[in-house]
């Protein structure tokens, strides 16, 4: 199988070539991982938005000027001069958008991390790797495993907030929002989505907001008690017009991701509370230090079946190859993904 790596622009991600790669000898320390499947969604946009300021393009270097956006995936190890990796081992975890690549694998206390100088400061949650035995949710795990976590860990980070009844969720169409409002319904709060008009009346049949509005929409929102707004979209102005409609009952905004990434910030404005940054590592670091990195890891597997289990809605959609994955980027990235849709890649 001839191998490569799907490289992006990073100054215009529109700009995407399939490019050739030629394997090297392995080093002492590493080993060659084949990519079996990953999946492709809104949030790995968000990283190559944001990949200069958070290090994402750190992760899998590329020529200048170029950039490898993370996926979160599957691969096996196909040679290997580490003993604790041998040929064979199935990890989940961090990948780049290509046929295979090579890491500087090591044992670790909960499953294997990077070694490789490149990645000594980035964050630790990004560099973990799990065994991963074969599953029949693999396609789902591949899917959700990054984005349900991000829900898991915003719902437990607002339910630290006694005082929130209500949340208002911009990007609802998007998974993690989904997922968010999933966790949060079970949590008996009201769950107010935001969405364009092309998806509101499909995602309010999935019976997960308890209202959908359209962004034009937002002037008429009005919350029970308490809320916060998490926003997904990364859009100033819309992130205005629902501060100014929340009013004095808007507690918290939250950023999570940019999906309106040409939205642009501008310097609108923005009243009420200030909108702070959810970075997900750190409500990881903090409950595997309450919890133990067992029992979170425990916890979200739970909710990621019964998620699965009550979403007979979402469809999971295959590509394969070079052409797979092109026609996949460039549908995530123009935003012509439809919501109840998960998009897999398997570059072979």
């Known amino acids: 199988m001839a191998a490569w790596d799907l490289l992006v622009d990073r100054k215009d991600l529109r700009k995407a070539q399939i490019v050739p790669t030629q394997a090297t000898a392995l080093a002492d320390g590493e080993v060659r991982l084949e990519v079996e499947r990953f999946s492709l969604t809104a949030n790995n946009i968000t990283y190559g938005i944001i990949g200069d ?95 349900l976590m991000t829900s898991f860990l915003l719902d437990d980070f607002l339910g630290e907030d006694e005082a929130l009844t209500s949340l208002v969720l911009s990007s609802a169409s998007s998974k993690t929002a989904l997922g968010l ?51 997904f979209a990364g859009d100033r102005a819309a992130t205005a017009k629902v501060h100014a409609a929340v009013g004095d009952s808007l507690a918290r905004s939250i950023i999570v991701g940019a999906t309106h990434w040409e939205a642009g910030g501008g310097q609108v404005e923005i009243p009420g509370p200030t909108p702070s940054l959810f ?43 070079q052409q797979g994955l092109t026609d996949a980027y460039h549908m995530v990235l123009e935003g012509r993904v439809r919501p109840q849709d998960g998009h897999i890649i398997r570059p072979a």
Do not use: C
């Not at 034009?216 to 809320?227: H, N, Q, W």
């Open 181 to 231: 409002a999933w966790f949060a319904k079970a949590r008996g709060r009201e769950v107010i989505g935001l969405s364009s008009p092309a998806n509101a009346k499909l995602i309010a049949g999935l019976g997960l907001y308890d209202k959908v509005l359209t962004y034009d929409d937002v002037a008429s929102l009005k919350t029970k008690g308490a809320a916060a707004f998490v926003d």
């Open 53 to 147: 300021a958070f290090g994402y393009w750190k992760f899998f270097p590329a020529p200048d000027g170029l950039g490898r956006i993370p996926v979160w995936g599957f691969a096996t190890v196909t040679e290997s001069r580490v003993a604790d990796a041998p040929v064979g081992l199935r990890l989940f975890g961090y990948l780049p958008m290509s046929t295979g690549f090579v890491m500087q694998l090591a044992k670790a206390r909960n499953g294997f991390i990077d070694r490789a100088p490149h990645r000594a400061e980035l964050p630790p949650t990004y560099n973990a790797y799990n065994e991963a035995p074969a599953d029949p949710l693999d396609d789902h795990r591949a899917l959700l495993r990054p984005l």
């Open 279 to 321: 970075f997900a590592p750190d409500q990881i670091r903090k409950r595997m230090a309450d919890w133990g990195p067992g029992e979170v890891e425990a916890r979200f597997d739970k909710g990621l079946r019964a998620f699965v289990a009550d979403s007979p809605w979402l469809n999971l959609v295959q590509h394969q190859g």
